[in-house]
């Protein structure tokens, strides 16, 4: 079976561990090329050790590989302003884009949520690793009762954030939150997140928490059984992913102030909390870098289901 060549552009930890996914865990995908500007980067030194096709010239050093017409999929993981740039150009190729920055040119895609629903689109935005991580729980919720307000706290180990994690904390904020509503279901959605400079670096944990209106008691087990499902849909292809202790249903007293949070009028009755923790593979991150290994896995796992789609139609 001919796989389907992929290149990376960006040659940071991102995609560098991306690398090392499609290299060793990888189905339906084979590298094509690995796309950095920093010539003495680690990323482009390994990619050019294990027999992969680099250039230091960005995506203009891409184009003029000789293997370039052979790769169907690019990855981005630079930032979300390259990005912009990156896209008008390969677009104008047929390249089809997956977008790990919070660019947000191309629908959001959760894949544990919606996975399948855009294999046909030019550019696909992977949203944020907080919402990777935090969206498919909103989801779930939202599945059995409607989501007043949905609330995501991602917390990263300092040590984790790059440059381009760093350059994009407004877009994480504002493309994170849109994709609560759009992806997740939440009528109204908020972002925060959290660089912790503690040493030694912590695990990424994520708080959600999300006001809904549940009064009977079989919601709440409803609601319980499907963020136990979705779990284990996340977890199937980010296995460090799980709930770091039960899911907590509280009633919300009557002189909680949450109406400032509502699009609406209609009070909730609960709030629905839910803590994560997200382990990295350590393919070729540190464990505690699960913020990174989430996007990672889940940019491969669209990757993957295209090149199925593609093989399919073959």
Sequence with gaps: MSKVK???IGSGNIGTDLMIKVLNHSEHLEMGAMVGIDPASDGLARAAALGVP???EGVEGLVKLPNFDEIEIVFDATSAKAHVVNNERLQAFGKRMIDLTPAAI???VIPAVNGD???DAPNVNMVTCGGQATIPMVAAVSRVVPVAYAEIVASIASKSAGPGTRANIDEFTETTSAAIVSVGGAKRGK????LNPAEPPLIMRDTVFC???APDPATHDEIRQSIEKMVGDVSAYVPGYRLKQQVQITEIPAD??????L?????PTHQVSIFLEVEGAGHYLPAYAGNLDIMTSAGQQIAERIAQKKEATR
């Design 263 to 267: 699009v609406d009028g209609n009070r």
């Design 256 to 261: 909680q102030p949450v109406e400032t949070l």
């Design 191 to 194: 972002a925060i997140i959290i």
């Design 211 to 213: 006001l809904v209106d």
């Design 6 to 8: 992929v290149a990376i």
């Design 54 to 56: 680099i250039t230091a």
């Design 106 to 108: 191309g629908p959001y």
């Design 117 to 119: 629903d855009h294999l």
